[in-house]
Structure formats: C-alpha cells, structure tokens
C-alpha cells in the first residue's frame, strides 16, 4: 500500500461511517390503524395533539423516528352518543405500504346518549 493514499482511505473510510449512520438505523417509521365504529360516522380526535383525523372508518397513519410501538388515544364522538375514549399501541414498520397492510384493527361501540 501507497503510503501518500493513507489521507484519502482514511478520508473514504470516515464518509463512508457518517454515510452508514445517516442511512442505517434511523429513519422515519409508519404505524397505521384502521379505526371503525358502531355506527360508522363518528369523528377521530388524536388526544396527543386535539387534532381531527377524519370521520370512521378511517386509516390513521402515524410517523416516528424510532421502530418502537407507540401508544396512541383517541377520542369518537358522534352526535347522540357518548364520547369513547380509545388507546391502543401501534407496531411500527419501515414503509408506509407494510404498515397499511398490517394496519391495526380498532373498532369502537358508540353507547347511545340518554337525556
């Protein structure tokens, strides 16, 4: 070996660190629930952040930076029925697509309101 190409190996072996790290672990990961309820026509609320996510049944995605499952709350409510309060964990995958393909069942009983 060339002694002069010792800066430059050097130099490609530390990109080539930085560039694994960047690429290697991290990265966005998707979760993804599939929320019914009975009756269908009930609004999501994500108590996280009080933010609407649509009218069931829907496909919720979540994104993280960690391949952990996360815990997810949300709220239904449907006029004329008592609000629900749900939490379940969502597992985390790689791609959006697995993650909606193994989309996690949630299904809520809306219970009439009484006056």
Not at 4 to 32: A, E, H, M, Q, V
Not at 77 to 94: A, D, H
Request: some cysteine.
């Amino acid at each position: 070996m060339n002694p002069d190409n010792l800066p430059k190996l050097l130099l490609t072996f530390t990109l080539l660190l930085i560039l694994g790290s960047l690429t290697g672990c991290g990265g966005t990961r998707y979760g993804t629930a599939r929320i019914t309820s009975m009756p269908a026509g009930a609004e999501v609320v994500n108590l996280r952040d009080d933010t609407h996510l649509g009218i069931t049944p829907l496909m919720v995605t979540w994104e993280e930076d960690d391949d952990e499952a996360i815990r997810a709350t949300v709220e239904l409510r449907k006029s004329g029925y008592v609000e629900e309060i749900k939490s379940f964990w969502i597992k985390m995958y790689k791609t959006k697509e697995e993650a909606d393909q193994k989309a996690q069942p949630v299904t809520v009983e809306l219970r009439k309101r009484t006056k």
